[in-house]
């Protein structure tokens, strides 16, 4: 079955950079479109943050972490990493790693619905 781990969650200073990692298993990697997102504490809905193409031809960003954070992935390794730098305490949130089994092409071609989702990886960002 699909099976999707994040790491690499933490507690950081504002300015400072975290590194998250998805490390994804029980299905063909290389084939569909990943994501990340976020749930602030408090907050009921998860929100979009990035998202890549099977082959990392697209990525599309929140608007708000643009410049900021840079989606990856590793079609070897079955990974897909975020990269998070200069980081703000707006930023705290559990960070999840979604993948979308049914974009099997650039993400303006085919509207991601992401349905599959990991259990979460906390990051906590101080003044």
């Known amino acids: 079955q699909v099976q999707l781990v994040e790491s690499g969650g933490g507690f950081v200073q504002a300015g400072g950079s975290l590194r998250l990692s998805c490390a994804a298993s029980?299905?063909?990697?290389?084939?569909?479109?990943m994501g990340w997102f976020r749930r602030a504490l408090g907050q009921q809905d998860r929100e979009f943050v990035a998202a890549i193409s099977y082959d990392s031809g697209t990525a599309f960003y929140q608007e708000s972490v643009k410049g900021r954070f840079t989606i990856s992935r590793d079609n070897v390794k079955n990974m897909v990493v975020l990269q998070m730098d200069d980081l703000s305490p707006m930023d705290s949130a559990d960070y999840y790693c979604?993948?979308?089994?049914?974009?099997?092409?650039?993400?303006?071609?085919?509207?991601?619905?992401?349905?599959?989702w990991g259990q979460g990886t906390l990051v906590t960002v101080s003044e």
């Open positions: 029980g299905y063909t990697f290389n084939k569909y479109a």
């Open positions: 979604a993948a979308d089994l049914r974009c099997t092409s650039q993400l303006s071609d085919c509207d991601p619905q992401f349905e599959y």
